[in-house]
């Protein structure tokens, strides 16, 4: 049980562009869903927190209008990356919490972006 | 000082030995305590979740919390080459509001070699 899936896993995208990330939890209602951001050799590095229904709380540093989140169910949040530039390519990944699973977050495989 | 500290290794084990990993932290509010493998590429995976001072067994993983000396340990045993992997340490206050934000540890680098 607490699978999250991530779409796409992989992406290249031409400098400018904007990216829309996926993920779904898909055997429980996730309350809130995390996005994380890691670089090479490091570790994951929270960019903002989503409720259903409810805008995101981005962490210090974190463009807003640059990586829009939007939660619009209890099994589906996505991250668009807005004006792509090469320093956005990084390893994109979410995670996701129920009701009654306290602290514990699950997370998904990951997206990997790669601007040119 | 960081407010979880974390060897990130490398460690490297033969086959078959017990591998013992850490953190350490400073902040006495943190009351979940989880540990984390990632494989290369890949989501981190829940190995192991614990709540307050004490061990806790699943099959050849062992976690222990120490909140008197805010140590934690996860130990390996019967290590195996598939064992290889990034292991994070993650913890969170609880109680709501922002304390259920993970804070994590920077991970620590196992090859278990055949």
């Known amino acids: 049980g607490a699978v999250v899936s991530q779409h796409p896993s992989r992406v290249i995208c031409k400098s400018g562009t904007s990216v829309k990330i996926e993920c779904r939890s898909l055997?429980?209602?996730?309350?809130?869903m995390f996005w994380y951001r890691q670089f090479p050799k490091q570790s994951l590095m929270l960019m903002a927190t989503?409720?259903?229904?409810?805008?995101?709380?981005?962490e210090q540093g974190v463009e807003k209008d640059k990586f829009l989140i939007n939660h619009a169910s209890l099994t589906l949040s996505t991250l668009t990356v807005t004006s792509a530039h090469p320093e956005d390519s990084s390893f994109y990944i979410c995670?996701?919490?129920?009701?009654?699973?306290?602290?514990?977050?699950?997370f998904g495989p990951g997206t990997r972006l790669t601007v040119l | 000082q960081k407010e979880v500290e974390q060897d990130p290794g490398p460690l490297s084990v033969p086959e078959g030995a017990i591998v013992s990993l850490n953190c350490t932290y400073s902040?006495?509010?943190?009351?979940?305590f989880m540990w984390y493998r990632q494989y290369s590429r890949k989501g981190p995976e829940l190995l192991m979740y614990?709540?307050?001072?004490g061990n806790k067994e699943d099959g050849r993983f062992t976690a222990q919390v120490d909140k008197s000396s805010k140590y934690i340990s996860l130990f390996i045993r019967d290590s195996q080459p598939s064992d290889s992997a990034t292991y994070l340490c993650?913890?969170?206050?609880?109680?709501?509001?922002?304390?259920?934000?993970?804070?994590f540890g920077k991970g620590t680098l196992l090859t278990v070699n055949p």
């Open positions: 995670s996701a919490k129920f009701r009654g699973s306290t602290d514990t977050q699950y």
């Open positions: 055997d429980f209602q996730a309350t809130t």
């Open positions: 989503s409720n259903e229904g409810s805008k995101a709380t981005y």
């Open positions: 902040n006495s509010a943190f009351q979940y």
């Open positions: 614990t709540y307050s001072s």
């Open positions: 993650a913890m969170s206050g609880g109680g709501g509001g922002s304390n259920y934000k993970l804070t």
